[in-house]
C-alpha cells in the first residue's frame, strides 16, 4: 500500500515551483508575522511571467487558502482519499477553477494547477515535506514538531525553511504514515515504525511522549546505492581496502560491520553483499527492509511489532531461528539488537559461513564487547568464557565505520578476529585509518595503514583462489 506520491507528485508539480518555495510551507491561517516571513516564497524564485500580473506568493497563499477551505467543504474528502489521488486529480483541478471564478481571484493557470498539486499533497502525500522526499541529495528528513524541519545533505544537517500549519496537520501526516502500513499511532500508542512506499524508514513520536509536537525521522531509501567504487571515489575506503572486502566476502568470511547511527552501516553491507555468487540462497532478516540484494535467489523476511492489544509479535530472534529451518546459504540480519545475537552466532557457526550483521558500537573492541553483552541478555546463565569462545569462532572480521565529524563517511578499521589467549579476544587489524596529527583543519584527514599481518583467512583465501592476491594487496606500495 502507498500513497501514490511518487507516482504523481512529479509530474504534477508545475516546473515554476521550485520544492524549497513551495507555499505548502505556509503558516496557519492567522500566521505571527515572523512565520510569515520564515515561510513566504523567495522573490527570486517568482517566474518572471507571474510577477507581473498575478502578484506575490503572499497574495498565492491567501487565495490558496481560501481555495483550500472552500474546496474541502465542497467535497466529500474521505471518499476522495478512498477513491486514490489519480481519480480525483481532475475533479480537484477543475473545483480549484470554479472556487476562483466564483471567488474573482487572480489565479493564473499555473498557480490554479499548483493549488491543485498542494491540495493532493494535502490529501494523499505527505504534506509539504512531499519535496523533500523527492529531492535526492537528501539523505534524513528529521521533523521536531510543526515548525522545524531539518535535513541531512551529503553529511551535514541544516535546518529548512518548511513548516506545517500547526501540529495537527503533523499528527495527521504521521497517522497517515502509519495507517499505510497497517499500523496505528495515537495517544495510546504514540511510538511506530513505518516504511513508506518508496522503502524509507520512518519512526514516529506523538505528543506528549515527544514535547514540542510530533517528531518524525524518515531516512530516505537510498535509490543511488553507494557500492565500492563511490566508496573509494569519495576517499571512504582505499582501493587496497576495498579489494579485501570483496576477497572478504567471496570468501565466505562472516562479517560484522559496526558503527554509530547513519555511519554508513547498513550502505556497506548493501555494497558487501553485492560480490555474493548468484547461485547462493540467501535470507534477510530486518525490521524494516532497507537491503538491496541484486541476487536471484534471496527471501527476505520483516519482524512485526505487536498489535494494538499486544499479541501477534515476530521478533529478529523469532526470524533467526526460522531462517535457520531454511536452508539458507547465508543469513544476512540487517542490524543485531538484543538477543538475537546469540542465534545469529550459532548460525554462523553452523555452516551459514558468509553471514553478516550490522551493530551500533563504536569501536571493533567495543563491538565485540556489545555481542557478549546482547547474548548475555538472552543466555544468562551462559558462562563469559563460552560466550566468548562462540564470538571468536563465529565471527571472522569486523570492520569499524564512522561518520566524521566533517560529515564524511569512513572504514575506520579492517580488524580481524584472531582468537582467545586465556579468557581474551585477541583481534588484529589488516587495516585502519589514521588521522593526521597536524593542526586542526576544517576536513579530516588522514591516510588508511594497512597492519603489515599475515591474516587468519589466508588459507581460505588461498582455497578461493586469491591468497596471493590477498598478500599482495596488504603488504604492497601505498599500503
Ligand atoms: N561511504 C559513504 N559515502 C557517502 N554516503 C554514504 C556512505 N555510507 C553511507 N552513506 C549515506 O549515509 C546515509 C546513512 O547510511 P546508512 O548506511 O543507512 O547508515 P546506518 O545504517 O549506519 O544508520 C545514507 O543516506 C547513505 O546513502
Ligand atoms: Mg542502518
Known amino acids: 500500500m502507498g500513497f501514490g506520491r511518487k507516482t504523481t507528485v512529479a509530474s504534477e508539480r508545475t516546473p515554476e515551483a521550485p520544492p524549497e518555495v513551495l507555499p505548502e510551507a505556509a503558516p496557519a491561517p492567522a500566521p505571527e508575522p515572523a512565520a510569515e516571513a520564515k515561510t513566504a516564497p523567495a522573490p527570486a524564485a517568482t517566474p518572471p511571467s507571474r510577477a507581473a500580473g498575478a502578484g506575490d506568493g503572499a497574495t498565492f497563499h491567501r487565495n490558496f487558502m481560501l481555495v483550500r477551505d472552500r474546496l474541502f467543504e465542497l467535497m466529500d474528502v474521505s471518499a476522495a482519499v478512498s477513491a486514490g489521488r489519480e481519480a480525483v486529480h481532475k475533479e480537484v483541478l477543475q473545483t480549484v477553477g470554479e472556487i476562483a471564478s466564483r471567488e474573482r481571484l487572480r489565479m493564473t493557470a499555473a498557480e490554479q494547477e499548483r493549488t491543485c498539486t498542494l491540495i493532493l499533497n494535502d490529501m494523499f502525500g505527505l504534506g509539504p515535506i512531499e519535496p523533500l522526499l523527492d529531492d535526492a541529495s537528501i539523505s534524513d528528513i528529521l521533523i521536531n514538531g510543526p515548525g522545524q524541519i531539518y535535513v541531512e545533505r551529503g553529511g551535514k544537517l541544516q535546518c529548512t525553511d518548511i513548516a506545517f500549519r500547526d501540529n495537527d496537520h503533523l499528527v495527521n501526516v504521521a497517522q497517515r504514515i502509519a495507517a499505510s502500513v497497517g499500523r496505528r499511532v495515537d495517544e495510546m500508542s504514540p511510538l511506530c515504525d513505518a516504511r513508506l512506499a518508496d522503502g524509507s524508514r520512518v519512526n514516529i513520536v506523538l505528543p506528549p511522549l515527544a514535547i514540542d509536537g510530533a517528531s518524525i525521522s524518515i531516512r530516505k531509501f537510498a535509490k543511488n546505492k553507494v557500492g565500492f567504487q563511490r566508496m573509494v571515489e569519495g576517499g571512504s575506503v582505499s582501493p587496497a581496502m576495498a579489494r579485501v572486502l570483496e576477497i572478504a566476502s567471496r570468501c565466505r568470511l562472516n562479517i560484522v560491520i559496526s558503527g554509530g547511527t547513519g555511519s554508513g552501516k547498513t550502505t556497506l553491507l548493501n555494497a558487501l553483499s553485492q560480490m555474493i555468487d548468484a547461485g547462493e540462497r540467501i535470507v534477510t532478516i530486518e525490521d524494516a527492509a532497507e537491503l538491496q540484494l541484486q541476487q536471484p535467489h534471496v ?181
Not at 547465508?330 to 551493530?359: C, K, P, Y
Open 299 to 479: 527471501v527476505r523476511l520483516e519482524t512485526r511489532p505487536p498489535s494494538i492489544e499486544g499479541g501477534g509479535e515476530i521478533t529478529q530472534r523469532d526470524l533467526v531461528k526460522n531462517a535457520l529451518r531454511m536452508r539458507p546459504d547465508r543469513i544476512i540480519l540487517g542490524e543485531t539488537r538484543g538477543a538475537e545475537a546469540f542465534d545469529v552466532l550459532q548460525a554462523m557457526n553452523t555452516g551459514h559461513d558468509g553471514s553478516m550483521t550490522t551493530l551500533h558500537a563504536n569501536s571493533p573492541r567495543d563491538a565485540l564487547a556489545r555481542l557478549e553483552n546482547m547474548v548475555l541478555s538472552g543466555n544468562p546463565n551462559l558462562p563469559q568464557r563460552a560466550i566468548r569462545g562462540q564470538i571468536v569462532s563465529a565471527v571472522n572480521l569486523v570492520i569499524q565505520v564512522s561518520r566524521l565529524r566533517d560529515g564524511s563517511r569512513r572504514i575506520l578499521n579492517l580488524t580481524e578476529v584472531v582468537g582467545m589467549e586465556g579468557d581474551v579476544i585477541i583481534t588484529q587489524d589488516l587495516f585502519k585509518f589514521e588521522y593526521d596529527a597536524g593542526e586542526f583543519t576544517a576536513d579530516v584527514r588522514g591516510r588508511f595503514v594497512s597492519g603489515h599481518v599475515r591474516p587468519v583467512f589466508y588459507d581460505r583465501a588461498n582455497y578461493f583462489g586469491v591468497g596471493q592476491e590477498l598478500m599482495a594487496l596488504l603488504t604492497g606500495p601505498g599500503t
